[in-house]
């Protein structure tokens, strides 16, 4: 089934619709979390590996050189990591206050050589971008979770001002694998919304179905997202799960990280399994490299 179906039923009973206040309580709520976002990816194990994952995906497609617009940045842990590979970067967010962070934490670094200049930008609206002006655009940690509905035009506008033979890379949240890690949660969540709205989301992904909730986006399932690659004139060059086995048992982990040669030889086979095929709606996240078709 595709990520973005149509489960009968949504808020109060109509279908979802993208409104201008969906797009307004992302703003707020990613205004409100603030600087919570810079430890998102250093504050447990779990975060430290999805940050190694997403940084050695983006290594595979990003070359020295390359203009880069980055779209949802948040306070810069991956604007750094285009400067460190030597790419010019576009920084780019909907929240003024994530912006504001971007440059306040790699404004202060070597990586601030590296940014042409931040703006105000929202996914859903590249339209001030010229055709093919971008070797690279990336999207991580889910500003595509965030288009809804919009999500197709979208990847059709990314694609449109990435230039022939560049790529599109993000991460958008994953259906199935959050369910998984976050068993406990989502039987709240049931609980809390009932089981049909629990079952609307299981189905479709769409975190609106649970009306009133604090905060709301679009997970996927990873045949579902390629196929909107597709319908957006694009191909997927590779997928990968972000995270697998780094999303078992926490003291596990820790004891692993704490022996530098477990820790490296452990991040190889971690790295190496989201990639398989077979673990792509596995993690929390799904990561992908789209080109144009
Ligand atoms: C989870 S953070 C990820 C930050 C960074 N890219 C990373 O991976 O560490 C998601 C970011 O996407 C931004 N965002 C959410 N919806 C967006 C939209 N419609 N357009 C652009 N950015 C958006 C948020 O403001 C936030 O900074």
């Not at 609106?208 to 604090?214: D, F, I, P, Q, V």
């Not at 597709?230 to 048992?249: E, F, I, K």
């Not at 709606?281 to 080109?291: R, S, Y």
Request: proline letters at 3%; aromatic letters at 8%; glycine letters at 12%.
């Amino acid at each position: 089934m595709g990520a973005t179906g149509t489960a009968a039923g949504a808020r109060s009973g109509t279908l979802p619709v993208m409104t201008a206040e969906d797009r307004e309580a992302t703003r707020a709520y990613y205004d409100e979390f603030g600087d919570a976002e810079w430890n998102r990816l250093v504050g447990d194990v779990a975060g430290r590996v999805s940050l190694e994952v997403h940084r050695r995906f983006l290594a595979r497609f990003v070359q020295p050189g390359a203009r880069v617009l980055e779209v949802g940045a948040g306070p810069g842990r991956f604007t750094t990591e285009l400067a460190a590979l030597g790419a010019t970067v576009v920084v780019t967010d909907i929240s003024p206050v994530q912006l504001g962070l971007n440059e306040r934490y790699v404004g202060s670094t070597e990586a601030e050589a590296a940014v042409e200049r931040r703006e105000l930008l929202d996914v859903c609206d590249v339209s001030r971008f010229a055709e093919g002006e971008f070797d690279a655009v990336l999207a991580y940690g889910g500003p595509l979770s965030y288009a809804f509905e919009e999500t197709e035009a979208a990847l059709r506008g990314l694609l449109r001002i990435t230039a022939r033979g560049g790529v599109v890379v993000g991460s958008v949240m994953s259906m199935l694998g959050t369910w998984r890690y976050q068993l406990p949660g989502v039987v709240k969540v049931a609980a809390a919304f009932g089981e049909e709205a629990n079952d609307r989301v299981l189905a479709t992904g769409d975190l609106r179905h649970l009306a009133g909730s604090a905060h709301v986006c679009q997970m996927f399932r990873a045949g579902g997202f390629a196929d909107l690659v597709s319908a957006a004139g694009g191909r997927t060059l590779a997928m990968s799960a972000s995270n697998w086995a780094s999303l078992g048992d926490p003291d596990v982990l820790a004891d692993l990280e704490a022996d530098p040669d477990r820790w490296t030889r452990f991040l190889e086979h971690e790295v190496a399994a989201c990639a398989e095929p077979g673990a792509a709606d596995g993690g929390t996240h799904i990561l992908f490299a789209a080109e144009h078709a």
